[in-house]
């Protein structure tokens, strides 16, 4: 296998003749038996992820009828979800084949009509870099996911490879949380089986010998005690804005936190706030606060506008998750003033539903 580059997603096939991971039902894989991807509020799903939109295919769970793979890709059964994974912003041009990230977005919704969005985009450098652009490309992804009625997806790190390192168990968690605040629906892992050649992958959840790395048990953990219950809550509801808060020196391209009719005020360290609506009930919002350390914990008071008609806010006590994460937010359901929201990006029947 030649040295991945960025977007270059293989078609990952289960079936007979696919090795199965020692000690791992195929029926308790963290994702799929081969390809792990955990969409939210779902114990597990398999698809197929391609370069290009020459699409290869693989066997599905059932999704509502509707959901289009591509223009010139009919689908000739039902169980089957092909789909294209898309390159990050630190793609070239000769790889995007347009002049800007932009652009490329643009040119492939125009193109393919697709069901929705995926990208990868992997931050963690050796032995403890950042890559800031992240946050912009999930700000153009969301950007266009909004815009075009389409659920997003990403690929998060999940394997030793080039000047990639291995995450830990927090920064698992991180890339999840910064993905689910920008309004991410479908959360996937690069990679389940560590690829060859060694000297390119050094280790992902499953090792070369098929045995469970502690990473393994690390997304299982995060797939079924945070991601399964915090899907029930998010997969519906709509990303209405994205904010960075206490930052010295915020990245390119994000929003920065502004008291509104729903969180007036934050104080304390740096955090992104994802907010969502349901547009039935424009009565209630979701509010995600995601560390913007991985290493340490936070504690980030805020301050709801407005009163319920029935009494007072109250916040909930202070709380810390596995993630690090803890918030004295409450958003109570008192509407504020009427706002234009983007388009519901469940307008389109969705895969991860």
Not at 216 to 227: E, F, G, K, T, V
Not at 314 to 334: D, H, L, M
């Amino acid at each position: 296998m030649a040295p991945r580059t960025p977007g270059s997603h293989r078609a990952w096939r289960t079936g007979t003749g696919h090795r199965q991971a020692k000690g791992v039902p195929a029926n308790r894989a963290i994702g799929a038996a081969s390809l792990a991807v955990a969409i939210l509020g779902s114990p597990g799903c398999a698809a197929s992820a391609a370069p290009d939109p020459r699409l290869s295919t693989r066997k599905a769970p059932r999704h509502p009828k509707g959901t289009r793979s591509g223009k010139g890709h009919d689908r000739a059964r039902g169980d089957l979800l092909p789909y294209v994974n898309l390159f990050p912003t630190y793609a070239n041009a000769k790889q995007l084949g347009t002049p800007t990230y932009q652009d490329y977005l643009d040119r492939y919704v125009g193109d393919v009509d697709p069901a929705f969005l995926s990208f990868d985009h992997y931050a963690l450098f050796k032995p403890s870099g950042v890559r800031d652009d992240s946050f912009y490309n999930w700000v153009l992804v969301r950007n266009k996911a909004l815009q075009s009625s389409l659920p997003s997806w990403v690929f998060i790190l999940a394997c030793e490879h080039l000047a990639y390192r291995l995450p830990t168990e927090a920064e698992l968690h991180w890339q999840t949380n910064v993905s689910l605040a920008y309004g991410c629906k479908g959360i996937q892992y690069f990679t389940y089986w560590t690829p060859e050649p060694p000297e390119v992958f050094q280790q992902a959840l499953i090792s070369r010998e098929g045995e469970r790395t502690p990473l393994y048990d690390a997304a299982a953990r995060i797939n079924n005690d945070y991601l399964r219950p915090v899907g029930r809550q998010l997969l519906p509801p709509t990303s209405e804005s994205v904010t960075h808060f206490g930052e010295a020196t915020p990245p390119m391209g994000v929003e920065i936190f502004h008291g509104d009719s729903w969180v007036s005020s934050a104080s304390g360290s740096a955090v992104i706030l994802g907010r969502f609506f349901d547009r039935p009930a424009q009565e209630r919002r979701w509010l995600l606060v995601v560390n913007r350390s991985f290493g340490r914990g936070r504690v980030l008071p805020a301050k709801n506008s407005s009163t319920p008609a029935s009494g007072p806010a109250k916040p909930n006590a202070p709380r810390r998750s596995r993630c690090g994460i803890s918030t004295t937010t409450t958003i109570e359901p008192t509407p504020p003033p009427t706002t234009n929201h983007p388009p519901h990006a469940s307008g389109r029947p969705s895969p991860t539903s």
